[in-house]
């Protein structure tokens, strides 16, 4: 890969790290966590366009940023960045949105809920169950990542998709 597609790599993903925390002003607090649908959506759309390395750098440059002007908790780590990697390996394996989707739900919902346990209870003295993230996660990771994937077979659609992975390869 040459400076230019790197530049170029890099520019797309401050983009999305920027609306991942715009989009977190709009949250939607459950228990301790303040779940924001539009990280997850940002981590499907990272994915597929950027990789895993990207995605994961995106999400966490994102939950530092939400944390430090107050609209993230630390749960914003585990789940965004684990939704992330898998999102990015799920599609890097199978080159299809779908493995993007199924990466960030399992990842964010389920895996990241799990790790979100230790965060929460070590970390932000809450007293919570192992499992008591899931329900919440899974909720706002199906919702951002299915609007990700509407976004992202509109551009399919209009030929934008692949005229953008062109220019970063």
Known sequence: MNQTNQ???????????????????????LGAAKCSPVQHM?????????GPGYAIGSAFTASIIRNLIG?????????????A???????????????????????TGILGAILSYPVATLLMGK????????P????????GSTVAVLVVCALARIDILNNLRASLR
């Open 85 to 107: 990697l898998l999102a990015g390996l799920l599609h890097k394996k199978t080159q299809h949105v779908a493995g993007a989707f199924v990466g960030e739900v399992v990842g």
């Open 71 to 83: 609209t993230g908790s630390l749960l914003a780590f585990p789940g965004s960045m684990v939704g």
């Open 127 to 134: 007293s919570a169950a192992l499992f008591a993230f899931v």
């Open 136 to 143: 919440a996660f899974l909720i706002n990771t199906v919702a």
């Open 7 to 29: 530049t170029r790599k890099l520019a797309l993903a401050g983009l999305l790290t920027a609306v991942a925390v715009v989009g977190g002003m709009v949250s939607i607090p």
């Open 42 to 50: 940002v981590n499907v759309i990272a994915a597929i366009l950027l």
